[in-house]
Nanobody, 122 residues
Framework: VQLQASGGGVAQTGGSLSLSCFVS????????MAWFRQVPGKDRELVAG????????HYAESVKGRFTISRDIAGSAGYLQMNALKSEDTGVYYC????????????????WGDGTQVTVSS
């Protein structure tokens, strides 16, 4: 299984960016999808996740109301729409698939894509 993320770039504060994650290959494992953000000197942060079968979405408090995660029901792609961007949204974003249990703060991601840089400037 391979994941390919794209769509990063530079945006101004208050602007928008869209990220895409394309999944290739076959797996019988669970395929919940999540987007993580990595900032130098900080732990990788789960910013948004979506349960692959029922489609319920979960967000970090820092992005609620601004980011929207979605996925292709066929299981081949996921997306992250980022609006009202803030400077603190700057980082490298990774998509990953695996098991999410956001109600208990648990995740186990099996496959990761390469990161895509998002830079928000004022």
């Amino acid at each position: 299984v391979q994941l390919q993320a794209s769509g990063g770039g530079v945006a101004q504060t208050g602007g928008s960016l869209s990220l895409s994650c394309f999944v290739s290959g076959h797996t019988t494992s669970r395929r919940d999808m999540a987007w993580f953000r990595q900032v130098p000197g900080k732990d990788r942060e789960l910013v948004a996740g979506i349960m692959w079968t029922e489609g319920s979405a979960h967000y970090a408090e820092s992005v609620k109301g601004r980011f929207t995660i979605s996925r292709d029901i066929a299981g081949s792609a996921g997306y992250l729409q980022m609006n009202a961007l803030k400077s603190e949204d700057t980082g490298v974003y990774y998509c990953a698939i695996g098991v999410l249990a956001p109600d208990i703060g648990y995740y186990d991601m099996y496959y990761w894509g390469d990161g895509t840089q998002v830079t928000v400037s004022s």
